[in-house]
């Protein structure tokens, strides 16, 4: 959702070349990709609850395996793929 919203927000403000000097576009542009970095966090946890099923009731667990999370085996990070049937 961020990358979305910041992509059309940099493109609507940097906008046409011509009309404003380079510089004054850059900024407009860089103003409201901050302003799109600070809505996409809320509107995207808002989206997720239509488009995420939170049920899981009638599942059933198949396998559980371990990942190896990143390129050093040695970390303590611990990650794990759940299979439901």
Known sequence: ????????????????PGRRPLLDRLAGGLCLVLVAQIAAKPLGLHLQGYTTLAAVGDRWVAAISPLQVGPNPGRRVRAHRVLFE
Do not use: Q
């Not at 959702?1 to 046409?16: E, R």
């Open 1 to 16: 959702m961020a990358t979305v919203l910041a992509t059309l927000a940099a493109w609507l403000g940097i906008g046409m």
